[in-house]
């Protein structure tokens, strides 16, 4: 008797069938037909790094957690100041002066309890980021400083994982996937190298609007869970700009730079100057 698709898929992705919760509570992802019973089972057998608990992060979790990603590991150093709560909808008025990382799980504990979220009370560096992000199938780069968006695209480009970037200020948002599985995907030193003289725009100084950063971290998941449930086109090679203000959105495409020393293995002797991005936390 020949093995059904399904029956493929699970011994693939080695995924349990779906018990009758889990059929309602996903039921609306499994009436979709891009998505359907094997994609909701590739998210259950998913697992998301998500860089950051703040304001990007926080709307991002949310929705990964809420959509059954299997393991979802939340890092933050940083923790809930009384200025973060504006945006930051993960945290409540309750959690001020706790870790992010752990007012994170316990936010997404409740609306999934079936989803393992692994919190880690630390700012990753290059040494930490290694292992993280080999072990995960996507990562969401929700952080606040080019520091450690170089290195954790610099992980990423290491290991060939999928990188969704987003950040926002003021009223400016943007985001995009890096999608170092495909060697001709640009990264996101490609777009903003790292020796540039980029100005660094910390929202701490610059004010964001709250539903901004809403927006942005919302988006960033509704990539992350199209690449884990191999759904639809992604912002790969694409980078979407918000004027918040305006309410206008525009693309701007993005090609890989053969030059650039991170994902070319040539390295760039110019300097460029292009447009800072920011993340608020
Ligand atoms: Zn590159």
Redesign the pocket.
Known sequence: MEPTRSAVHRAVYHVQPMNDEQLLRYSRHILLPEIGVEGQEKLLASSALVIGAGGLGSPAALYLAAAGVGTITLADGDAVDLTNLQRQILHTTESIGRPKAASGREALGKINPEVKVVPLQQRLQAEGLGPLVASSSVVLDCSDNFATRHAVNRAC?RHHKPLVSGAAVRFDGQVSVFDLRDDLS?????LFPENAELEEVRCAVMGVFAPLTGIIGAVQAAEALKLLAGAGETLKGRLLILDALAMQWRTVKLA??PA?S???GERSSSPRTRPAPCAPR
């Open positions: 480009v640009p990264c996101y030193h490609c890989k730079d650039c991170r994902c070319s």
